[in-house]
């Protein structure tokens, strides 16, 4: 079932593009990572969907069934001289949740203790959980997140990040926005890289890194072994720094491949290295 | 309870600023209007205490009401500008409310402080006027100055609604509106000068005319003063507007700037 359809939006900020003809479909139960480096419009297409920004062009559609959301946008916006409790009074007010389910979700983010404390009074991290409660409460069925571990320790970091996995596999759909790459490897099924307010390459996680496999290998004639493999033109790519050789598989190509390549020549590798690329590698490259 | 006036009720329950101003005021408020009653001079022909008599005392404690009028702006505008500063108007469309309901909530909050404010006016005046009237046989002449305080009061508070919405920032707001108060002066200064009436159509003055202070003639019992004074005022009198066309026009003037907010509102990002 699909839960979001953008379609074409752009946003410009005087001569700035923001976000330039964007479409994504998102669809149930998808954990979708929008990566992209500061300024590549990942918060403007975020705060397009919550409805805080108006696009130039192009629209949006969530999904009509869809009655239930929480979302966090950049920092965390609170009254400061409230208390958590009161603060998230008036989101209960906003979600028409009942209040009791304040406590639960002040539990799950290890506030409980600071629920009669004013917001003004807490940490940076912890104004970054409650932001989290708010999101949590009234148990949404979408969670849109951005920048979600901000400000937070490595504990915080990882406690969020298992929150977020928790919550995937209940079946929820999640939107996370992120610069933290790893975060987004270890908890999405489907990404999308931005570059200047477009998408220049999305789909599911395990598709975008699995095509690019590479290892790195050396012998006792590493010159040859180099033009060989360069001139055989059988690999995406092949380079050569000091005594070690790169080579980036491609698609139809595996290690086998390469030793069988090696062996044809008569030439005895001595470092036979495989590598999965992770999506750092990846993202570094896209958006160089 | 409406769901929206609840959450705005939930910001200002626990607001320290509100309570300080509000209770500052209410003191001012209470301790002047004491004083002024206590005023009385001892001069043949002249008295005080008609201010505070039905049914004069309706239209004194309604111009002396609008004096407050500065502190009901001066808590729209911190209470709106609030939630631009913390950017919790944003947060409140990200949790689900749409702008329309935003602007409801606000609408909601500047007839809650008008009904209060007009409940404070009528209670005040009534209170006042049994005090220093014998019997009840005026008391509902002229309370329709009960309701043009409340035209009055709301008028203002949409002026600041606007602006507060429309600059976002609780201090420029406040310089806005207060320069907006000193620039029709001169403007109206200028008009008058000129000899053109047009300074009577401008918004602060044609909310300030529902709640003019009583004539002064009113105090004075002597019957011969009072009509050479009568006479002298004839001849040096400005035009003045009608009521009928100050209610309508302040109406549409009150409508105008909520409209002006509304539109700002859905047509900006937050």
């Known amino acids: 079932m699909e839960i979001l359809n953008i379609e074409g939006i752009s946003k410009t900020y005087g001569a700035n593009i923001a976000v330039k003809n964007l479409s994504l479909k998102i ?13 590549s419009g990942k918060t403007t297409t975020l705060g397009i969907i919550l409805g805080v920004i108006r696009p130039d062009s192009g629209f949006y559609e969530w999904n009509q069934k869809i009655n239930s959301l929480g979302a966090l946008l950049e920092t965390p916006n609170f009254y400061p001289y409230l208390s958590l409790q009161q603060n998230l009074e008036i989101t209960a007010l906003i979600k028409q949740v009942d209040f009791s389910e304040i406590d639960v979700v002040l539990e799950k983010l290890a506030l409980l203790d600071r629920k009669h404390s004013k917001y003004y009074s807490l940490s940076l991290g912890m104004k970054q959980r409650l932001a989290l409660a708010n999101v949590l409460l009234g148990n949404p069925q979408v969670l849109v997140l951005d920048e979600p571990t901000n400000g937070l ?26 610069h933290l790459l790893d975060e987004v490897e270890k908890t999405c099924t489907h990404v999308a890289v931005l570059k200047k307010g477009e998408v220049i390459k ?7 890194l699995k095509v690019k496999r590479s290892l790195i290998v050396s012998s006792d004639e590493n010159e040859r072994l180099f033009e060989l493999l360069v001139r055989s033109g059988l690999f995406e790519k092949v380079d050569k720094k000091e005594d070690l050789i790169y080579i980036d598989l491609g698609d139809n190509m595996n290690s086998k491949d390469v030793n069988e390549f090696a062996f044809k020549h008569n030439i005895v590798l001595t470092r036979f290295e495989m590598h999965e ?5 990846e993202f570094l490259k896209m958006v160089k | 309870m409406n769901r929206l006036l609840q959450i705005e009720l939930v910001k200002l329950k626990y607001y320290p600023t509100f309570w ?5 005021a209410f ?14 001079f001892d001069i043949k022909g002249i008295d005080l205490h008609v201010y505070f008599r039905f049914p004069v005392v309706w239209q004194s404690i309604a111009y002396y009401s609008s004096w407050f009028n500065l502190l009901l702006a001066l808590l729209i505008i911190i209470l709106t500008g609030n939630d631009f500063v913390f950017r919790t108007i944003r947060q409140h469309v990200i949790d689900g409310l749409n702008k329309q309901e935003i602007f409801i909530s606000k609408l909601q909050m500047v007839f809650l402080f008008a009904v209060v404010a007009f409940a404070v006016n009528f209670f005040s005046g009534f209170f006042v006027g049994s005090i220093f009237t014998d019997g009840y046989s005026q008391v509902f002449n002229d309370i329709y100055f009960v309701a043009l305080y409340f035209i009055n009061v709301l008028g203002i508070m949409s002026i600041a609604l606007l ?8 201090a420029a707001s406040i310089v806005v509106f207060i320069g907006m108060y000193i620039f029709e002066l001169i403007l109206r200064g200028y008009f008058a000068l000129m000899s053109l009436n047009f300074g009577q159509f401008l918004p602060f003055k044609v909310f300030s005319n ?3 202070a009583p004539s002064l003639k009113k105090m004075i019992s002597d019957p011969v003063i009072k009509q050479s004074i009568e006479q002298s005022m004839q001849t040096a009198s400005a035009w003045e507007m009608p009521l009928g066309i100050n209610v309508s026009l302040s109406i549409f003037y009150i409508a105008g700037f909520f409209y002006l907010s509304y539109y700002l509102l859905q047509k900006r990002d937050l």
């Open chain 1, 202 to 208: 999305k789909g599911a996680i395990n598709e975008l």
């Open chain 1, 277 to 281: 690329k992770s999506l750092e590698t």
């Open chain 1, 27 to 39: 669809n149930a139960g998808e954990v979708y990572g929008i990566l992209g480096p500061n300024g």
């Open chain 2, 20 to 24: 300080i101003l509000t209770g500052i």
């Open chain 2, 210 to 212: 529902l709640c003019s």
């Open chain 2, 27 to 40: 003191g001012f408020y209470v301790l002047i209007l004491y004083a002024a009653t206590q005023i009385n």
């Open chain 1, 153 to 178: 320790d490595p504990q915080g970091i990882a406690d969020v990040r298992q929150i977020i996995i928790d919550e995937a596999k209940t079946g929820k759909t999640i939107i996370l926005a992120s």
């Open chain 2, 163 to 170: 602006i507060s919405v429309l600059l976002k920032n609780i």
